[in-house]
């Protein structure tokens, strides 16, 4: 087909109304009296976003790190497409269907031995209010109903909604603002010791000391693995993941991991939680949380996997059932773009291409450390990041970045990119090169603002 029929058979397409979405439309973490300035995107393919006035951008986010395989891969769409001419949505009460059957056994032939169980959810957000809620009902199951508070570090993040507000980062993080309209949960120090560093011998002593006074209404340890993202693109010590599983075994306490950004093979391990190892087995979570890169980033999905353990314990509990139920859990449309995604991942490459991602990215970000406001740089797997003295413009500089020719989002004080895997050596450099540009061209006084943006 000639790029004349191509362009003929393209939809057409209304000219996107810029001012109606301004007056109207409610971006993420954006204010409605004083919006940041928003681009039409109009078509992706690949690793390259098109905009409405025919500017390409390569893109460094993934869509907010989950469209690991790029833009319109046939392989995906063409399941997606067969699943919609079948069956797009059923209610998941007393139905089941074939994608969530095929894609709960691939979760669990790919994830720890011990994660057996597996409750599909619709969004990031609500898979760790699944996983929390889990804990705690399996411990009324436990004859422990006393045990209800959740124990975590700060500078983490786990989602938006109510719950997953309660286990941010409460000082520092997004959701302060809301104060005691969140549960109160146990928070200690996060982290400290470096990914390539060792464990710092007083890493965990505040860990202890809480399980030790509290452990007999703490349920579970809920913690992202390896990365802290939102909270701060962290990376730690994947000794520190072993001892908090020692620490949760010797307390009676359950571990969660939320893997939902980490997932999937950003890290360079499909789960991060592999970098951690205990006798040459990677550390197991009593409860996992995966999504974002679960369907490749086509459509929303997130799962949360148990233990047989847990599952009995919820099951033992007053209730009998667990008491969760999304409109849209287990849809199918959802489930067949994962089962796509999955397959690329087993049949490909991906290793190589985050090896090779993580190499380029040490290469080339290294000498912005030299820069004057830069304050670290760190790569790991699919993941640069430059940290900044001081919060940025997030405005000001996503129209640098668009300028450049890519779309890179800063937040708080980072400019990081976690592209996807099937980028080129020539677009990871186009997105290091403007990263690196922007970076050195900060000063203190023109591109500062209290203004935080997530994402």
Not at 90 to 110: D, N, Y
Not at 150 to 171: N, Q, R, W
Not at 291 to 312: N, R
């Amino acid at each position: 087909m000639n790029d004349a029929n191509l362009q003929k058979n393209q939809p057409e397409t209304s000219p996107i109304d810029f001012e109606f979405d301004k007056q109207h439309i409610w971006h993420p973490y954006t204010s409605m009296t004083q919006a940041l300035p928003t681009f039409g995107v109009v078509s992706a393919k690949g690793c390259e976003l098109t905009l409405d006035d025919g500017k390409v951008l390569v893109d460094g986010t993934s869509s907010w790190w989950a469209c690991v395989h790029g833009y319109s891969h046939p392989a995906i769409l063409d399941t997606m497409q067969q699943q919609l001419s079948t069956l797009s949505h059923v209610m998941f009460g007393g139905i089941t269907h074939q994608p969530a059957v095929e894609l709960s056994k691939k979760l669990v032939g790919i994830t720890s031995p011990n994660l057996t169980k597996v409750f599909l959810a619709d969004s990031g957000s609500i898979a760790v209010e699944v996983a929390l809620k889990m804990a705690l009902q399996y411990w009324q199951g436990r004859n422990q109903p006393q045990k209800q508070r959740i124990l975590t570090v700060k500078c983490g993040y786990h989602g938006d909604t109510f719950a997953a507000m309660s286990v941010c980062d409460p000082e520092g993080g997004m959701h302060t603002m809301f104060g005691d309209s969140v549960t109160q949960h146990e928070f200690v120090s996060a982290p400290q010791s470096g990914f390539d560093e060792p464990l710092l011998s007083h890493d965990l002593d505040e860990m202890r000391a809480k399980l030790i006074s509290q452990h007999s209404e703490i349920a579970a340890v809920i913690i992202e693995p390896i990365l802290q993202g939102a909270g701060g693109m962290r990376f730690y010590s994947p000794q520190y993941l072993v001892e908090l599983r020692k620490l949760c075994d010797e307390f009676n306490v359950l571990l969660i991991l939320d893997e939902i950004a980490t997932g999937f093979g950003r890290t360079g391990k499909l789960f991060a939680y592999e970098h951690s190892t205990i006798d040459g087995q990677s550390v197991e979570a009593d409860i996992l949380c995966v999504g974002k890169a679960l369907t490749g980033g086509y459509i929303s999905l997130a799962v949360t996997m148990c233990s047989d353990e847990v599952a009995q314990g919820i099951s033992d509990s007053p209730a009998g059932v667990f008491m969760h139920g999304p409109t849209f859990m287990g849809n199918p449309l959802a489930c067949a773009a994962a089962c796509a995604s999955l397959d690329l991942l087993a049949q490909g490459d991906w290793q190589d291409q985050v090896r090779h991602i993580e190499r380029q990215m040490k290469i080339e970000l290294k000498d912005a450390i030299d820069y004057q406001e830069v304050k670290d740089v760190r790569v790991l797997g699919a993941i640069g990041v430059i940290e900044m003295n001081s919060t940025v413009n997030t405005a000001e500089l996503q129209q640098e970045f668009v300028d450049l020719g890519v779309w890179i989002r800063p937040f708080s004080n980072l400019i990081y990119i976690m592209p996807p895997f099937v980028i080129t050596s020539a677009q990871l450099t186009k997105l290091t090169s403007a990263m690196k540009r922007v970076a050195k061209g900060i000063t203190a006084g023109n591109k500062e603002t209290g203004f935080i943006s997530h994402g």
